[in-house]
């Protein structure tokens, strides 16, 4: 569990490929519903090996990629990645924590986690520090995955339990919430929690 929360060494080398494997269906569901505008800066918590971070920048023109990851060896890989696969963006990743986000206030029009939230030790202040740097109307994303079948890694169902949680976080810092659900299999589907700060994008 520790190397799924943090990977390194040749371990976690292995992690990652899993992660990328095992999370590629949830990756293209999150990142098909983010809608970031033309020339949007956009932040990942916890990217990874940076596979959604590629795929939203290969499919949208954006102005800035960056994320934040608290694992030295996924911050080298997720660099290498998108060093060449990210268009005309610029890049920025950091090593650092959900709770504490190196950026400055109101920077991101999108800021969104894929299958991290449920491994931050402090929730509610990772959450505050992302909805912190959201600019006005822009959107925090939760992407959360639910076994529908008992399986190797958690009790069917604790997706679900997650994310109804997690929405009633988002909606306590003052964000409009709605939820959507996508079903991959039988034994697999992605939640997705959306959370909109409230006022408008200067232009």
Request: hydrophobic share 40%; net charge neutral.
């Amino acid at each position: 569990m520790h190397q799924a929360g943090k990977p390194r060494g040749p371990i976690g080398v292995v992690m990652g490929w899993m992660m990328e494997a095992l999370n590629g269906a949830q990756n293209r569901a999150t990142v098909d519903a983010l809608d970031p505008p033309p020339g949007a800066a956009v932040l990942e918590v916890g990217f990874g090996p940076g596979h959604a971070l590629e795929m939203l920048a290969r499919s949208r023109p954006l102005g800035l990629v960056a994320g934040v990851d608290h694992s030295e060896l996924m911050l080298a890989r997720a660099r290498r990645r998108l060093n060449g696969g990210r268009g005309d963006a610029a890049l920025d990743l950091r090593l650092g924590d959900a709770g504490d986000l190196p950026f400055p206030d109101e920077r991101f029009d999108v800021v969104y986690a894929v299958n991290s939230f449920h491994l931050w030790p402090e929730k509610d202040r990772a959450l505050a520090e992302m909805t912190g740097v959201l600019k006005p109307g822009g959107d925090l994303m939760l992407s959360i995955r639910d076994f529908r079948a008992e399986g190797r890694f958690e009790p069917a169902g604790r997706g679900a339990e997650t994310a109804r949680t997690a929405a009633e976080m988002l909606k306590d810092l003052g964000l409009q919430v709605r939820q959507r659900e996508i079903v991959h299999s039988p034994a697999r589907a992605t939640l997705l929690v959306r959370g909109r700060k409230c006022g408008r994008v200067e232009a």
